[in-house]
């Protein structure tokens, strides 16, 4: 069944609690909550899963197109499945989606690595906010709980990405957001990069498939 929060909700509902005047628990309007309510893979969705890889059961796909890793990337990002943390501002963009292979298999363990600006189009290049990496489980399954990215001169709203299949091609790509005014204008904008996007009650619900060469 659906996951619930535990102790973040808890801490929500005191706050708004009618005897409670305390002001130390009251969270910055602007901050992300960062509760881990996962959001079920099979939950009902407006997404057009049609312009998923694998997706409506489709027997073959092409590789993710592979895009310029730019230079910002870090190596040993922390594994961790959210990016959000005390404070963190923003718009809440939870993304899930499997990994397959090229003959729409999903792939167990494929290493994930994200890496983004912040809300306000900032990378942090001396630490590791915004970074993270994870594995896909049994199911090729993954989700990553995030803000959406702000944008910065001379590119459009993108989340960096690179993700192998257990000893298999490392490819490196960039996921985009559909109805952006910059995807038109960005030099490295892919279709085939686009999430499908839909508001949820906290934020946006975002799902992508990434095809990786068969072993
Ligand atoms: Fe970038």
Redesign the pocket.
Known sequence: GPLRSSGAADRAIATTAPNNNSTDQTTPPASVSTATNAVPPTASSNIDTSTLACGNGSQSATVTPELTE?P?FTANSPERASLLEDGTVGTKLVITGYVYTTDCQPVANALLDFW??DANGV?DNSGYNFRGHQFTDANGYYQVTTVVPGIYTG?TE?I?VKVQAPNGKLITSQLFFPGVAENDTDRIFDQGLLLAIQESSDGQQAQFNFVVPAP
């Open positions: 730019g910002y983004q600006a990378y590119r993108h960096h």
